[in-house]
Antibody, heavy 116, light 112 residues
Framework: EVQLVESGGGLVKPGSSLKLSCVAS????????MHWIRQAPKKGLEWIAL????????YYADSVKGRFTISRDNSKNTLYLEMNSLRSEDTAMYYC?????????WGQGVMVTVSS | DVVMTQTPVSLSVSLGGQVSISCRSS???????????LSWYLQKPGQSPQLLIY???NRFSGISDRFSGSGSGTDFTLKISRVEPDDLGVYYC?????????FGGGTKLELK
């Protein structure tokens, strides 16, 4: 059974940093691209980053480019999202998702709240 | 960026009825490799989104044949037949052809 479990969220002040993790199981993690997708409260879905299966390519939404960094450790089956210079508009549920034609599996999400 | 426009924003349906949701993209979603990366997702209340349809018309594993996707280029449709209570929630289309990846604004399916 495919499982994606995010962690690392919380309440932080504007300008702070946070690092999210997503531990994968039930599939060959090193063979698939992985994404981070977020959803602000009561809002729609916003794709924010993709990393190829071998970390050879990374893509970002303009809203996070230069502040967020996606990375992965295939030996630990873990995806990361390092978030710096956090803003109130980054407040959202953050999901990791596996890539295969579409986003075929999603984690349960982790909440990040940026507030003073 | 590719803008994904979903209509309607909300939809009321009777159990057992049929509905259609439209998704239009501002640019063609045909990839250089010939595939069209248009997917549909359902987010039930309090849950993560789940994949229903990928590459326009392919049902994901375990998805009922009551769900069907169609379309090409910039114009796509999700049809749900014989609506059941478990189908209620917000439906999103998403494109995986161009960067940045984008989603439609969502269509909320409610009971009439």
């Amino acid at each position: 059974e495919v499982q994606l479990v995010e962690s690392g969220g919380g309440l932080v002040k504007p300008g702070s940093s946070l690092k999210l993790s997503c531990v994968a199981s039930g599939f060959t993690f090193s063979s698939y691209g992985m994404h981070w997708i977020r959803q602000a409260p009561k809002k729609g879905l916003e794709w924010i980053a993709l990393i190829y299966y071998d970390s050879s390519n990374k893509y970002y939404a303009d809203s996070v480019k230069g502040r967020f960094t996606i990375s992965r450790d295939n030996s630990k089956n873990t995806l990361y999202l390092e978030m710096n210079s956090l803003r109130s508009e980054d407040t959202a549920m953050y999901y990791c998702a596996k890539s295969d034609g579409g986003y075929d599996y999603w984690g349960q999400g982790v909440m990040v709240t940026v507030s003073s | 960026d590719v803008v994904m426009t979903q209509t309607p924003v909300s939809l009321s349906v009777s159990l057992g009825g049929q509905v259609s949701i439209s998704c239009r993209s501002s640019q063609s979603l045909v990839h250089n490799n010939g595939n069209t990366y248009l997917s549909w997702y359902l987010q039930k209340p309090g849950q993560s989104p789940q994949l229903l349809i990928y590459k326009v018309s392919n049902r994901f594993s375990g998805i009922s044949d009551r769900f069907s996707g169609s379309g090409s280029g910039t114009d796509f449709t999700l049809k749900i037949s014989r609506v059941e209570p478990d189908d209620l929630g917000v439906y999103y289309c998403g494109q995986g052809t161009q960067y940045p990846r984008t989603f439609g604004g969502g269509t909320k399916l409610e009971l009439k």
